[in-house]
């Protein structure tokens, strides 16, 4: 039998006249979940406070964009915590680093790739906070705002529920993406690039050329660096001459695009110069399957065009109206100093894209080992709560598999206490023999102690173990 | 002794009761007349003051009846504006828009061509594009030639600085001295540019017939020397002084199911949460009764397709009622509605229907139960059933259709969005697992069907006149957000417009304040409408919020939203 019925809230009221109207009708084009936290700040005068959103929700609303078609509004459900234990390492725990905000925010990039896995949506994006994409695969506190990476989090779930393999993401915050770089350095399956202003002007002061992935996983890292003041064409060569080539021959099974706003020209945290027209055919061209928000900072001047338009192009509607009332097209022009600065950049990467394979064969033997092990250090800063972090990673050599991956990471507070901890990751696709190493690496970390905290993310068994070796507790991270 | 009377003018039939207190002392239905809607009126009040009189001489002689002073109140609830827009039979209006930067009014269809003008306010209410004067004259001149008797006037934002929609009203208005113009802030100031434009456009078009019919309703009542108070029911569930809604004819409209969701509120207990399920001859229509309250429709109620900002319930009207026309498709498989042809075969109709399967079944008592038997074994006989295996399965089809809508319609209350923290992490929101039956074949379809939900059930006694009865005991209600700027120095009210400055020394406007302030406006309106004392006194607080406005690191003031008042409600549960 078929029915159809009226409903004061959800009729469709008004024709839609564009390409949209003849997708098939019981799926929306685009899948949204606005979640502004209106209860949540880092600090009450912090740039990610209750404020950052509300005007965006004025224009979101006021245009009535909820009542659109082609626009399904979804109600976010909160991640679990075996869901950010698929991704983190969190020290001492999970409840330690994450706030319910973090929850409902990673949870509703979950809401979304689950309605567009089920066919519900054709797009969806996650206008959320608190970001994460500064956070990294151990977390020890905030940086960067972020404590939890809800792109990584909705990704593993992908993976975990979904089977889905190769995926892209496109990180288009100014700062660089340095926590999903981290996550997935040693990933030859997820392909993360990020456009950000130079790390030599900005946090987190990485995010160079070279900085291009792991052993086996070389230029599945690309990082592209651009000069502050950058505009909007520059973004469009970029993305025409190497972007979009590259997430071509990558052929991906989603792509998705960490959206963060803060390239606009009225960013105050920030020295570029994109638009929220240059955003949106940005989003055009990038036809992204799932994006997030990311940071962003002119709640006034910026982010309700950016948001409005963004979410228009997303969902394939014209987004020509909109633009800043202060918006200038001939500033969005470049300059030449900045274009020889991209078309050497754009020769640079496009060559070693080209090269991958070959690169990925023959440097193998350049970088660090110890024994079996590929190994790598690293420093990183919390800058929100001031935290330095040593870092050993340790890489098993495995001609089989991609090896598992043991971390020692030793963090010192800002008030001189220290935490040490060490974490072991068995790999999606890890043969029999690294599972069975590195489970008994595991073990004998907790045995032998030396450190606080011993962790376990066994992947392939979606397994999660935190060790607190003072105690000698051993907890299963469940949801 | 006070009487209350409620008349509930639906498109089948015009329901009265007359209630006692607590007591429903006299009811009538009479077939609604649509091209003489007032003669129904007529009809169904003299009815029930007949009845009335006569239980008076039968048991309480000597007192005096309700024709005399003693009735207090007669709320009428009315299909006047639903059919007038449904029909389209209302004046012509010219819509005239301001949307300023932002998305493309063309990606919207409207009830009319829209005029776009240039100009621009943003969510501060700060101007950002001028009026083009020129323009706005040229403009003027058009609608002036056309012969344009209604202009609505409606800007993005507007609510937060009407000046642009006012200086265009004021310019068109010296070219069109007697023409109706009314602006958005004035109608709907809640944020949602598009339905604020219907919803001004949907005033005018309607306000000359409700205006009509208000009138010929006093004289009628005045005919019958009735010297009641006589108030209109809205969408909300809300009375108003018939007097007071010519101001906000649209309010009128899809009064009859709030009407319904009234009636059953009135005959639960206290705080109970139920879906009310109301079978009329057409369609069914579901509400959501939640912790005593009804469910409002979130953004406001839709109407002929065209989305509003009109508080109304959130009911959900499925086409499939007691006259639907039940059919065979080609494979054998049972079909009923959308379409009703007349009555059921087994009142003298031409063709099967939902009621003569009930009937056929033993589930309902009404009409010749051998013609609802011939109706069924006419189908049956073409699927080589026998005609109970095929009442038998009509009414299957009827209850999964009516779970799949009551069930999405709960969830769709579940997965209503949340903005703050705490929203969203609360507990899941229980289905109330309670089903409310109106109308007349409520009785032959909601015990199976609460019994395959595993929910519990209830059919009033008084279902069959539930809405006139909901009409009867409405509460008034009147609600006010206000939304202050304490850094650009104004507050301003979303329903009527008003606005008024926050002087520079009283920058430490706080929450409270906005809240007294809040009070105080509702105080002063709920006077204008007529509200008495009592009523005023069960005003609340509905919601609040309250942002720093941080700059350079620097709190530079607070941008507050609250909302009291008065809830949709009844006087007293029966």
Redesign the interface.
């Known amino acids: ?18 390409p949209a109207a003849i997708e098939h009708e019981a799926s929306a084009s685009l899948g949204l ?8 700040a880092i600090s ?2 912090h740039p990610e ?3 950052r959103l ?2 965006t ?3 979101l ?8 078609p082609g626009i399904r ?6 991640a679990t915590i075996k869901d950010i234990a698929r991704v983190h390492f969190c020290v001492p725990d999970i409840p330690s680093q994450v ?3 973090h ?2 925010a990673a949870g509703a990039a979950l809401t979304l790739a689950d309605a567009l896995r089920q066919g519900e949506i054709r797009r969806g994006f996650a206008l959320v906070r608190p970001p994460g994409h500064h956070a990294m695969r151990v977390v020890h506190g905030n940086r960067g705002f972020c404590n939890i990476n809800n792109e990584a989090v909705m990704i593993e779930y992908l993976r975990q529920f979904y089977g889905l393999k190769r995926i892209a993401i496109v990180d288009t915050d100014v700062h660089h993406g340095d926590g999903t770089q981290d996550i997935y350095w040693y990933d030859p399956d997820v392909l993360f690039i990020s456009l950000h202003q130079d790390g030599r002007t900005l946090f987190p002061g990485s995010g160079f050329v070279q900085e291009m992935g792991g052993p086996g996983a070389l230029l599945s890292t690309i990082n592209l660096p651009l000069p502050p003041g950058t505009t909007d064409e520059g973004l469009h060569y970029l993305l025409d001459k190497l972007v979009l080539p590259i997430l071509h021959d990558f052929k991906p099974e989603l792509i998705v695009n960490s959206a963060g706003q803060d390239n606009h020209y009225s960013d105050p945290l920030a020295n570029m110069r994109f638009s929220a027209r240059g955003y949106a055919e940005l989003t055009e061209k990038l036809k992204p399957d799932l994006a997030v928000l990311e940071g962003g900072y002119a709640i ?1 001047t910026a982010l ?2 950016v948001n ?1 338009a963004l979410t ?1 192009a997303l969902a394939g ?2 987004f ?6 202060d918006y200038q097209p001939d500033r969005m022009v470049l300059d030449t100093g900045r274009r020889r600065y991209l078309e050497d950049l754009v020769s640079q990467v496009g060559d070693l894209w080209a090269r991958r394979e070959k690169l990925n064969r023959e440097t193998i033997n350049n970088f660090q080992r110890s024994g079996d092990y590929f190994i790598r250090q690293k420093h990183i800063y919390y800058d929100t709560d001031y935290i330095r972090e040593d870092q050993e990673e340790k890489l098993s050599l495995c001609p089989d598999c991609s090896g598992y991956l043991a971390i020692n990471s030793r963090a010192v507070h800002g008030h001189g206490r220290e935490v040490n901890c060490c974490a072991i990751l068995i790999p999606l696709g890890a043969c029999p023999v690294c599972q069975r190493l590195a489970l008994s690496g595991y073990r004998e970390a907790c045995d032998k102690g030396g450190v606080d905290f011993v962790y376990l993310q066994d992947r392939p068994r979606d397994y999660y173990l935190s060790h607190d070796c003072r105690s000698g507790r051993e907890c299963q991270l469940e949801d | 002794m006070a009487f209350l009377m409620g008349l509930d003018v639906g498109g089948t039939f015009t329901d009265a009761v007359l209630l006692k207190e607590r007591e429903v002392v006299a009811s009538a239905k009479v077939p609604t007349d649509q091209d003489d809607v007032l003669n129904s009126i007529l009809e169904a009040l003299d009815q029930v003051v007949r009845e009335e009189k006569k239980n008076l001489i039968m048991g309480q002689a000597g007192r005096e009846g309700c024709g005399g002073p003693e009735l207090q109140r007669i709320v009428l609830s009315t299909t006047v504006v639903t059919n007038a827009i449904a029909q389209g039979t209302y004046e012509p209006v010219g819509l005239v828009l301001i ?1 300023g ?4 009014p ?4 409207w009830p009319v061509q829209p005029i776009v003008l240039k100009g ?1 306010i ?3 209410g700060r101007e ?2 001028p009026l083009d004067q020129g323009e706005v004259l040229e403009l003027a001149q058009l609608l002036y030639e056309r012969g344009c008797q209604k202009v609505a006037v409606v800007g ?2 507007s609510q937060r600085n009407p000046i642009q929609e006012e200086l265009v009203a004021g310019l068109l208005a010296g070219r069109l001295p007697d023409a109706e113009i009314e602006c958005g802030h004035r109608v709907a100031g809640r ?5 604020r434009a ?1 919803t001004t456009y949907f005033t005018l078009a309607i306000s000359q017939t409700y205006r009509q019919f208000a009138g010929q309703v006093k004289k009628v009542l005045a005919a019958r020397q009735l010297e009641a108070r006589v108030a209109s029911l809205k969408a909300d569930g809300g009375t108003i002084p018939l007097e007071y809604s010519l101001h906000y004819p649209l309010e009128m409209v ?1 009064s009859g199911p709030a009407a319904s969701t009234l009636g059953a509120l009135a005959l639960l207990p206290r705080d109970a949460s139920a879906v009310v399920l109301d079978v009329g001859g057409t369609t069914s229509d579901l509400s959501l009764i939640l912790g005593g309250k009804p469910l409002l ?3 406001g ?2 109407l002929n ?3 509003t900002q009109v508080r ?9 009622g007691g006259d639907s026309v039940v059919h065979l498709e080609a494979g054998g ?6 379409q009703r042809v007349g009555p059921a075969f087994c009142l003298g109709g031409a063709v099967a229907t939902t009621t003569d399967a009930l009937v056929c079944l033993g589930l309902a008592n009404i009409g010749n139960r051998h013609r609802a038997m011939e109706a069924m074994t006419a189908l049956a006989f073409q699927l080589d059933k026998s005609p109970v295996e095929l009442a038998q399965a009509v009414v299957h ?1 009827v209850n ?2 009516l779970q799949g ?1 009551i069930m ?2 709960v969830r ?1 209350w579940q ?8 929203e ?2 609360q507990g899941r929101k229980e289905p109330p697992g309670l089903l409310v039956g109106l109308g007349g074949a409520a009785g032959g379809i909601v015990p199976a069907l609460a019994a395959a939900m595993g929910w519990q059930y209830f059919i009033p006694a008084q279902a069959g006149v539930a809405n006139a009865l909901g009409a009867a005991i409405a509460r008034p209600t009147l609600a006010i957000s206000l939304r202050a700027d304490t850094q650009l120095g104004y507050w301003e009210v979303a329903e009527d417009g008003s606005r008024g400055e926050i002087p520079e020394k009283r920058r430490d406007f706080a929450l409270e304040d906005a809240l007294a302030l809040a009070h105080d406006l509702l105080q002063r309106r709920a006077r204008r409408a007529g509200l008495s004392d009592g009523e005023i006194g069960l005003v609340e607080d509905l919601y609040h ?1 309250s ?4 700059r350079g ?3 530079v003031g607070r ?1 507050l939203e609250v909302g009291v008042g008065l809830e949709p409600g009844v006087l007293w549960h029966l």
């Open positions: 039998m078929i029915f159809g019925s009226r409903d004061q809230d959800t009729a469709q009221p008004y024709k839609h006249k564009g979940v606005f979640f502004p936290a209106f209860d949540w009450f005068n406070r209750e404020e509300l005007y929700r004025d224009q609303f006021e245009e009535g964009v909820m009542d659109l509004e979804y109600k976010p459900r909160p706030t319910g905000a929850l409902v006034e309700p065009y409005l228009l509607l014209d020509s109206g909109v633009r800043e009332p | 949307p930067p932002g998305m493309d063309g990606i919207f269809s621009g943003n969510y501060r950002i594009t993005k934002f944020l949602n540019f598009p339905r219907v899809f429709a979130s953004r109620a839709v397709g065209y989305a109304g319930f959130a009911v959900r009207s499925v086409p499939l498989q049972v079909v009923i509605g959308p089809a999964t259709t809508e999405s319609m769709r997965e209503e969005p949340a903005y703050k923290v705490w969203v992490l919020e942002f720093n406005v941080v690191w620097e709190t941008l």
